[in-house]
């Protein structure tokens, strides 16, 4: 049984892979802020999942965690985690020393993009999809799959396509560039251009919009064609089979689907060449309420630090 | 000994590579127009290869090609090289049923991805780059070799970068989108934006502008904008180690890296998270001469419709 651990910004929830790949029930706990937080919350969700499937700790064939920051999957260490209070920390080697058990770790995006693939395979059987995952959460972020394998890259930004500028007269974005796909498609993107008390804002932007508020609607457009721009420079890039979207903002689902592939569909209709790409029916929205980077946490490889 | 050809809208160029890794003397045939004319200059170029090697067409362990369009590599067939007058060809079998050799057909940028990576690894000594070829010539497009091998992707598009819009207000491509980067650095968007009766556009544009001429200074910046642009570009999506320029206007040479390098620079110094990723470093651009498409056509794969 192999056991993935999400450690995000307000919790920290597992789910663990039985050998015949049924998922259990997902555990959440509230993630504690801080570096001897953050690892007692781990320790706490795995002793939690230990009890409930009734084995002892050392019965996990792996442990994989999911988390925000710069990775390095290959030493297990974490940093610049502003939202987790975590500069730096090995997270890897001091959980695989307390708990005597493999600990994988990987950056967020890139375990919910596993997790997504992995969603994809049950679907249809394929095991070795070529697939993007575009995460759209605060920020806006993507996790590359290519024939199964995870795009990790030499330099830590494999993916990182929030702060690829496409508008020379866009707004300035918190890197320092303007125009970034992040100004346009993402949480902060729409707390920018949608200030509101709501507690859910782009959830209300986009009631709005449907209710045919003009200012909704307008703000709604920007962010979609934001989004779409995204799906299409991940295909034109890598050319993988499926875009899927996840993230917080996955949370508003068909609309959110139907108006990207709208946009798309729009632009196919101006270019015979996008048309040949088939765009719109390569994107998805991945399920609300899959635990896709859980999923894929307990799905990373094997990292060279323990073979060492 | 493995043969690489590369057929071009003007010419056909044709190197060997010996078991030790050794290239020939590049041997260079006017391409014909139509498909009859194309294979038949094929031949006429791997007959002249044998001639000059002084062995049987059969002492080839493998013919590769690398040509312009829409490449099935996998059945060896060829579609829309308008440049060539070829609709669609089955260039691959056809070949290779007159030559009784194995013959491997590629797109020609893929191809020259190929022998750039193969030119890294003589350099220094590793044989599985991470990099992307950018190939700026009449258009704009990339390959991309992850760990060695070719990114094919499954709709053929893979590295079809040139016609990610990255302007809203920019000028229409002739693929119907707006602000493509190909409308910005590349040997037609010269043309548009420099036009002259200088045999050689881009050398007058730079050299005018290295003169001081405001108006060359003012479209080279914007030339030179949109080639950073497609660096940071693949270098945000792939994270590959290294980019090499390559294609027709990779004859500029220095003058083209300095100012890309420039302009990655500046960037970076407005930008702490560009400026992590070294961008500046990680672009060079290929040695002016270097026969890079009829390289990689050499090292290209087996195709399927071979074991078949």
Not at 172 to 177: A, L, N, P
Not at 234 to 258: H, K, N, Q
Request: charge should be negative.
């Amino acid at each position: 049984m192999k056991l993935g651990i999400d450690i995000g910004g307000t919790k920290t929830a597992a789910v663990a892979i039985g050998a015949d790949g049924e998922l259990s029930d997902l555990v959440s706990l509230p993630t504690g802020f801080g570096a001897p937080e953050v690892v007692s919350t781990a320790l706490q969700v795995v002793s939690r999942m230990s009890e409930l499937a009734g084995v002892h700790v050392s019965s996990f064939s792996s442990i994989g965690i999911g988390i925000p920051g710069a990775v390095d999957s290959s030493t297990g260490r974490v940093e610049h985690a502003v939202n987790l209070g975590l500069e730096g920390l090995d997270l890897g080697p001091r959980l695989s020393d307390e708990l005597g058990v493999i600990v994988r770790i990987e950056n967020d995006v890139k375990a919910a993009a596993l997790g997504a693939h992995h969603l994809l395979g049950v679907a249809d059987g394929i095991t070795a999809h070529s697939m993007a995952y575009l995460n759209l959460g605060t920020g806006l972020a993507a996790g590359i799959v290519l024939d199964g394998e995870l795009l990790r890259g030499g330099h830590g930004v494999a993916g990182e396509i929030g702060h690829i500028p496409v508008d020379p007269a866009g707004v300035v974005c918190g890197c320092g560039q303007r125009g970034c796909l992040e100004t346009l498609a993402s949480g902060s993107a729409i707390a920018r251009m949608w200030p509101t008390e709501h507690p859910l804002p782009a959830r209300e932007l986009f009631d709005l919009a449907a209710a045919g508020d003009a200012r909704a609607l307008e703000v709604r457009e920007h962010f979609l064609r934001g989004a779409a721009s995204a799906v299409r420079l991940l295909a034109l890039t890598t050319d993988v089979d499926d875009i899927v979207i996840g993230g917080g903002l996955a949370a508003l689902g068909e609309p959110l689907l139907l108006g990207i592939r709208r946009i798309l569909n729009e632009w196919a209709g101006k270019s015979p060449f996008l048309a040949s790409t088939d765009l719109a029916e390569r994107v998805q929205v991945i399920p609300f309420g899959f635990p896709a980077a859980a999923v894929g946490a307990a799905l990373v490889g094997e990292p060279s630090w323990q073979n060492s």
